[in-house]
Nanobody, 118 residues
Framework: QVQLVESGGGLVQPGGSLRLSCAAS????????LGWYRQAPGKQRELVAT???????NYGDSVKGRFTIFRDNAKNTVDLQMNMLKPEDTAVYYC????????????WGQGTQVTVSS
């Protein structure tokens, strides 16, 4: 069972920045597609960003141009740099892992709260 642990959430003002980090326990971390997802109260979980083992990235429309996903296979981490944050970005952010070449997310972190408010 791959274990994922998120960190870096907190309270930030609109227009500010946060960097989230997710650490994985799996030694073969490099074969996974990694991603960040978020869920606000009363809403479905949505895609924020993903990055494959080959470095291909995909972003949700609402965060394009503001968020950037990075992975460091040597450290078994995947980070999400969030800039120009908006109140609408407020949610619990989760990292998830999909073992390539499959599509189902098989491991989730516990989540970290991001609140954007003045």
């Amino acid at each position: 069972q791959v274990q994922l642990v998120e960190s870096g959430g907190g309270l930030v003002q609109p227009g500010g920045s946060l960097r989230l980090s997710c650490a994985a326990s799996e030694i073969i971390f490099s074969i996974y597609t990694l991603g960040w997802y978020r869920q606000a109260p009363g809403k479905q979980r949505e895609l924020v960003a993903t990055v494959t083992s080959g470095g291909r990235t995909n972003y949700g429309d609402s965060v394009k141009g503001r968020f950037t996903i990075f992975r460091d296979n040597a450290k078994n981490t995947v980070d999400l740099q969030m800039n120009m944050l908006k109140p609408e970005d407020t949610a619990v952010y989760y990292c998830g892992a999909t073992r390539e070449p499959y599509s189902t997310i098989t491991a989730w972190g516990q989540g970290t709260q991001v609140t954007v408010s003045s």
